[in-house]
């Protein structure tokens, strides 16, 4: 029987452990310790369709819905309320990816045999979403009804909770930045929103795996983050700070998040491919893509104080969006991207993915990372022929089951003539 040869990993922890620290001291901040969680059950309700503000989309699946709010902060006398509403299919109904095909759902099975229902097992992969709410904002493209169909009908449960009852989502006192929410229960941590979100992600896992209930119905082992925008960057950095993600869904995050900090003209210039596009942009938003100056500007709350200090410098921040998407490795993950969505900068999360995938091929796992970019933009494609959800799900149903898609060439798409424009590489003797 051959020897397995393991080489000592510990220099590249060691460097991605000091990118992490520089990460949480200039960009994110420094969470507290999670505490107990607290929780209280308000209501639950079985159901056979989903809606939102834009209607109802049946289900071919029964689905349980428990409303819950949780409570977390350093004391039992000093917490901050927050809800999650999780939704557990309670018959299984598909058995993989739809390849891209057809409807936003899938085709219904008859109901299981009592052997198949035996066989069935006991606990669902879970998408933990933060989003805003019972259902997210529809103009923004996050979670809607289509989106949330198309996850429960393949079997995965999601637990989409309201990140701005943790902290809202709005400049706050004269600087912008004053703490609110969680952060005033913690006034020893500078942390910033974005930190605070994802740390309210982990406190939603530390729910689901210690409640009587959930915690026999959700596998451990296939927790998935998932958010959109903004929601993305959360997501990145909630996997990033707990190994308990085993796969993460950072969708259209741009700035900050899967794209890069350095300013786009170094090393990237504009692509040009759609001069349009900056002609319409949000009137917020000011150069096309949007620099680390825009996001402290116009957000001046979602990082630390500390990352103002790169507004007029970006090229000298010590570290790229690459090494928090490596940081996850071997975990999986899937960004999503936008082709004409100039202002999150795509083309920078285009040289993130290519820069990480050296990492993901030296760990000897390649399949685990993957890029998509749809035809539009900034919001989630619910047509029912180009359905990004069905994307996630069938990325989902590859890494956590092996289910092979026939539309699995997606997961490595690039929309650009960018390469690879960091000089970092692997190191030189494979991992094992």
Same mark, same amino acid.
């Given at each position: 029987?051959?020897?397995?040869?393991?080489?000592?990993?510990?220099?590249?922890?060691?460097?991605?452990?000091?990118?992490?620290?520089?990460?949480?001291?200039?960009?994110?901040?420094?969470?507290?310790?999670?505490? !107990?969680?607290?929780?209280?059950?308000?209501?639950?309700?079985?159901?056979?369709?989903? /809606?939102?503000?834009?209607?109802?989309?049946?289900?071919?699946? !029964?689905?349980?819905?428990?409303?819950?709010?949780?409570?977390?902060?350093?004391?039992?006398?000093?917490?901050?309320? &927050? $809800?999650?509403?999780?939704?557990?299919?309670?018959?299984?109904?598909?058995?993989?990816?739809? =390849?891209?095909?057809?409807?936003?759902?899938?085709? %219904?099975?008859?109901?299981?045999?009592?052997?198949?229902?035996?066989?069935?097992?006991?606990?669902?992969?879970?998408?933990?979403? +933060?989003? *805003?709410?019972?259902?997210? #904002?529809?103009?923004?493209?996050?979670?809607?009804?289509?989106?949330?169909?198309?996850?429960?009908?393949?079997? &995965?449960?999601?637990?989409?909770?309201?990140?701005?009852?943790?902290? !809202?989502?709005?400049?706050? #006192?004269?600087?912008?930045?004053?703490?609110?929410?969680?952060?005033?229960?913690?006034? *020893?941590?500078?942390?910033?929103?974005?930190?605070?979100?994802?740390?309210?992600?982990? /406190?939603?896992? $530390? &729910?689901?795996?210690?409640?009587?209930?959930?915690?026999?119905?959700?596998?451990?082992? @296939?927790?998935?983050?998932?958010?959109?925008?903004? =929601? #993305?960057?959360?997501?990145?950095?909630?996997?990033?700070?707990?190994?308990?993600?085993?796969?993460?869904?950072?969708?259209?995050?741009?700035?900050?998040? /899967? =794209?890069?900090?350095?300013?786009?003209?170094?090393?990237?210039?504009?692509?040009?491919?759609?001069?349009?596009?900056?002609?319409?942009?949000?009137?917020?938003?000011?150069? /096309?893509?949007?620099?680390?100056?825009?996001?402290?500007?116009?957000? %001046?709350?979602?990082?630390?104080?500390?990352?103002?200090?790169?507004?007029?410098?970006?090229?000298?921040?010590?570290?790229?969006?690459? &090494?928090?998407?490596?940081?996850?490795? %071997?975990?999986?993950?899937?960004?999503?991207?936008?082709?004409?969505?100039?202002?999150? +900068?795509?083309?920078?999360?285009?040289?993130?993915?290519?820069?990480?995938?050296?990492?993901?091929?030296?760990?000897?796992?390649?399949?685990?990372? =993957?890029?998509?970019?749809?035809?539009?933009?900034?919001?989630?494609?619910?047509?029912?022929?180009?359905? $990004?959800?069905?994307?996630?799900?069938?990325?989902?149903?590859?890494?956590?089951?092996?289910?092979?898609?026939?539309?699995?060439?997606?997961? +490595?798409?690039?929309?650009?003539?960018? !390469?690879?424009?960091?000089?970092? @590489?692997?190191?030189?003797? %494979?991992?094992?």
């Amino acid at each position: 029987m051959g020897r397995r040869r393991v080489i000592n990993l510990m220099p590249f922890i060691s460097f991605l452990l000091d990118r992490i620290d520089m990460i949480e001291h200039y960009q994110m901040g420094i969470a507290p310790p999670r505490p !107990k969680v607290r929780s209280q059950l308000t209501g639950t309700a079985e159901l056979d369709q989903v /809606c939102d503000f834009q209607g109802c989309v049946p289900l071919t699946t !029964k689905v349980t819905l428990r409303n819950i709010t949780l409570h977390v902060g350093p004391s039992g006398n000093k917490t901050q309320p &927050f $809800d999650v509403f999780v939704y557990i299919p309670t018959q299984k109904v598909h058995e993989g990816g739809e =390849g891209g095909e057809g409807g936003p759902r899938p085709r %219904p099975r008859p109901a299981p045999s009592s052997a198949e229902a035996a066989a069935a097992p006991s606990k669902r992969p879970i998408f933990v979403y +933060n989003g *805003e709410g019972y259902f997210s #904002g529809v103009e923004y493209g996050d979670l809607t009804a289509q989106g949330l169909a198309v996850l429960l009908e393949r079997g &995965f449960a999601v637990a989409n909770f309201n990140r701005n009852m943790l902290r !809202k989502d709005s400049k706050t #006192g004269a600087s912008g930045n004053a703490p609110d929410g969680v952060q005033t229960l913690y006034p *020893e941590n500078d942390w910033g929103t974005i930190s605070v979100w994802a740390w309210g992600a982990a /406190c939603v896992v $530390d &729910f689901l795996l210690e409640d009587a209930t959930l915690s026999q119905l959700v596998d451990e082992t @296939k927790i998935m983050s998932i958010g959109h925008s903004r =929601g #993305g960057k959360t997501a990145l950095w909630h996997a990033v700070k707990d190994e308990r993600v085993s796969a993460v869904f950072p969708l259209m995050s741009g700035q900050s998040g /899967c =794209g890069p900090v350095a300013r786009v003209g170094t090393p990237w210039p504009s692509h040009g491919l759609y001069p349009g596009i900056c002609a319409v942009r949000p009137p917020w938003a000011g150069p /096309c893509q949007e620099t680390v100056a825009d996001i402290n500007t116009n957000f %001046p709350y979602w990082f630390t104080e500390r990352y103002k200090s790169f507004n007029s410098a970006a090229d000298a921040i010590p570290w790229d969006q690459h &090494f928090q998407r490596m940081m996850v490795a %071997p975990r999986a993950q899937l960004g999503l991207e936008g082709v004409t969505n100039d202002h999150e +900068n795509p083309v920078g999360s285009q040289a993130t993915y290519l820069a990480a995938q050296t990492a993901y091929d030296w760990l000897g796992v390649p399949q685990q990372l =993957g890029s998509f970019f749809h035809p539009g933009a900034h919001p989630m494609n619910d047509l029912p022929s180009e359905h $990004d959800w069905k994307v996630v799900a069938d990325f989902a149903d590859l890494v956590q089951a092996g289910k092979q898609p026939s539309n699995a060439s997606l997961f +490595n798409t690039t929309a650009f003539p960018v !390469k690879q424009p960091y000089s970092w @590489k692997a190191p030189s003797t %494979p991992p094992y």
